[in-house]
């Protein structure tokens, strides 16, 4: 072999080992550095999925229902834009002896609320109707109350306890000025005992129309 065909092989040899050596360094770096560059985006598409699926089980594949009792107009604004951001149907609780302004005075002693407040036995309160036309149809329940001594206004227990919520998905939400929603909620739930109950929303008496909807867009809607 002549000298000049062996220096070429020699040549190449050493050039392939350097391309090889060159390799291994990059390989090495990969398993130092953890996982490889696009997992970041890759989980970054899972939680996007996670939560699109989230609101898509909240907002359900059924019809809406908003559910109120009202006091002094303020639930009942909440609920109105609600049902109009939803697109939900409404149904107005309603006490068969409306509540009067003196009624509501909570400052007096003597005054229904407050009567009814000290008197557990006096909050069975009848409503004109506890019946909603095709219950059944309704897979999402939306259900608004004012609260009333740290709990959901009363009249609001007679529909609760007169309807089987189960398969439903219920939302609760409340108006207040300074109480919070608390354990209102829960305490539905536990008087409803059925229906897959979230957590639900307290709006201020003052929310204002963007508040409430940027919470159902939350919500999936």
Known sequence: MSRKKLFTLILAGITAVTLLMGCGSDTGADNDGGAPADTGNEEIAADTADAENAG??????????????????????VAGVIADATGADSFKVEPAEPYSDADLDWTNNDSR???????????????????VENWDSYDTVFIGYPIWW??????????????DFTGKTVIPFC???????????????????????????????????????????????
């Not at 907002?59 to 303020?74: E, H, M």
């Not at 109950?197 to 999936?220: K, P, T, V």
């Open 56 to 77: 898509d089980s909240a907002a359900g594949d059924g019809k809406a229902l908003v559910v109120y009792y009202s006091a002094s107009g303020n639930t009942e604004r």
């Open 113 to 131: 609320v407050s009567v009814e407040h000290e008197n557990e036995n006096e909050r069975d309160v009848e409503l004109v109707s506890t019946t």
């Open 150 to 163: 740290g709990i959901a206004a009363w009249p609001l227990d007679g529909f609760v306890k007169a309807n």
């Open 175 to 221: 108006t207040s000025s300074s109480s919070e929603l608390g354990e209102s909620g829960k305490l539905l739930a536990e008087m409803a005992g059925t229906g897959e109950w979230q957590e639900g929303q307290r709006f201020q008496s003052s929310a204002s129309e963007d508040e409430i909807i940027q919470w159902i867009r939350n919500l999936g809607y």
